[in-house]
């Protein structure tokens, strides 16, 4: 199969995304063609990521001079620490604003060489190689960048944009199903906050997409960035319809932070729980109908994704769990910011609620 491009056209920058397979062996020939030119690099990598990928690489780079950054992508590196150490080999080898930091790894390195990208000289050229399917799909697009703080997620950050994104679909094939589950809970997401056409064609091959079955795999990616396209170029700094993309997610990072980012639940497991309450919310304040509902938890009971908040949280968690959701960088009052679904393809924005009526649902939720 023929590799797809996807063209970002944001303010600050325009970059391809390129989806396929093999296309590592061959980085050099797409910057090339991108005119993405620079003399020096430094790799950020998730100590997670196959040797042999890395080797691709290296080899495919072989004119340039290269540097390697090697952590343990988890959350709980996802911090100023690991970004100082970062800017600090920047600074002891001289890089200028025309060298590059590469990024090979999941969501967490995406944001964490991202961000020392932003910060270094005020900005040097960075170049994305998500290596999980949660990071093509979702956080390699649109130029979120961040880390975590002890009082939440991705609480300190910046806005920059890659100089291109390669999905090489390789990568996919090292990762466990969770992994693989994780992504796809983004991928549903974009479905049922934008295109319900998109969202039948996963009821209907979401088999094959967990599979990683090609073409199945690629559509899935291609559809799910063109859906983020969308959204970042209208709106870069999530100023309005940007803040559809966060559907679930203030229910979702609250449930990570509230499990210490354990390994007990995952980003994409969170996200799957947080659409799932974000639904029931909706429904319990009248915005969706029953029927739609209906449909959204149909399709997650079939593909047996997680499903049951009560298999991670217990009532004593509610308190912990409001705690985050008050801090959410989403929020501009006391309340808290929801984004509730009116129904699949279509959202409403900007819903505030007071944390009294939150915490009553989510009292509710956490006893069924």
Do not use: W
């Not at 020096?40 to 040797?51: E, F, G, S």
């Not at 988890?74 to 100082?84: D, L, P, W």
């Not at 994780?182 to 599979?211: M, R, T, V």
């Not at 217990?314 to 309340?335: A, E, G, Q």
């Amino acid at each position: 199969m023929k590799p797809i491009k996807l063209t970002i056209k944001t303010n600050s920058e325009i970059y391809p995304i390129i989806i396929g397979s093999n296309l590592i062996k061959e980085l050099h020939k797409y910057l090339n063609k991108n005119f993405i030119n620079f003399d020096q690099c430094i790799l950020i990598i998730d100590k997670k990521v196959p040797n042999i990928m890395i080797s691709k690489i290296t080899k495919s780079l072989e004119k340039k001079k290269i540097f390697k950054f090697f952590f343990n992508a988890n959350e709980k590196n996802k911090n100023q620490k690991t970004v100082n150490k970062i800017l600090q080999l920047l600074l002891n080898k001289n890089f200028s604003r025309k060298d590059c930091i590469i990024s090979i790894g999941g969501g967490i390195t995406g944001d964490v060489g991202g961000f020392a990208a932003s910060l270094y000289k005020r900005g040097l050229q960075f170049i994305n190689l998500p290596t999980t399917l949660l990071s093509q799909v979702d956080s390699s697009v649109g130029g979120k960048t961040g880390i975590n703080t002890k009082e939440g997620k991705n609480l300190i950050g910046s806005f920059y944009q890659p100089k291109i994104v390669i999905s090489d679909t390789d990568f996919l094939k090292s990762l466990p199903r969770r992994e693989i589950i994780c992504g796809y809970g983004e991928i549903f997401k974009h479905a049922i906050i934008l295109n319900k056409s998109f969202y039948k064609y996963l009821d209907n091959n979401a088999s094959k997409i967990l599979d990683l079955k090609s073409p199945f795999i690629e559509k899935a990616i291609f559809e799910s960035c063109k859906i983020k396209k969308k959204i970042v170029e209208n709106d870069e700094k999530e100023k309005g319809i940007r803040k559809t993309l966060n559907f679930g997610h203030t229910f979702a990072h609250a449930y990570e932070a509230a499990l210490g980012y354990s390994k007990k639940l995952n980003h994409g497991e969170a996200v799957i729980l947080g659409i799932i309450t974000a639904t029931n919310f909706s429904l319990d304040t009248k915005f969706i109908q029953k029927r739609e509902s209906k449909l959204i938890m149909a399709h997650i009971r079939k593909m047996n994704l997680p499903s049951n908040i009560n298999s991670y949280f217990s009532s004593k968690n509610l308190n912990s769990i409001l705690s985050f959701m008050v801090k959410d960088k989403k929020n501009t009052s006391k309340k808290i910011n929801l984004i509730l679904l009116k129904k699949i393809g279509s959202t409403i924005i900007n819903n505030q609620y007071s944390i009294l009526k939150i915490k009553k649902f989510l009292k509710k939720e956490l006893s069924n």
